[in-house]
């Protein structure tokens, strides 16, 4: 059974940080690259980060050097640490594999104030 449970979103000012969380289950996971991805309100869902099994990372230009993505495979975790959050940031936040499978959580919104 595929499960995603995102968590850590919330209210926040411009230039704070949140750290994002998400679990996975083991049919997922397993030797599988892991991504987060967001959707901002009426526009489309976009790759934000990407980790490999190894924990090889990849960023969007517009996260690059704000955001770390990282990953427990013991725990099956997930996990997105969000620093200098900007408003252009707030958006509802979902992991997958990359490329995405069909399987979605219900993500965390997270909302970034000027």
């Known amino acids: 059974q595929v499960r995603l449970v995102e968590s850590g979103g919330g209210l926040v000012q411009a230039g704070d940080s949140l750290r994002l969380s998400c679990a996975v289950s083991?049919?997922?996971?397993?030797?599988?690259?892991m991504a987060w991805y967001r959707q901002a309100p009426g526009k489309q869902r976009e790759l934000v980060a990407r980790?490999?099994?190894?924990?090889?990372?990849d960023y969007d230009d517009t996260v690059e050097g704000r955001f770390t993505i990282s990953r427990d495979n013991a725990r099956k975790m997930v996990f997105l640490q969000m620093n200098s959050l900007k408003p252009e940031d707030t958006a509802v936040y979902y992991c997958?594999?990359?490329?995405?499978?069909?399987?979605w959580g219900q993500g965390t919104q997270v909302t970034v104030s000027s």
């Open positions: 997958n594999s990359y490329p995405q499978s069909s399987f």
């Open positions: 980790i490999t099994m190894g924990s090889v990372t």
């Open positions: 083991m049919n997922m996971f397993a030797f599988k690259t």
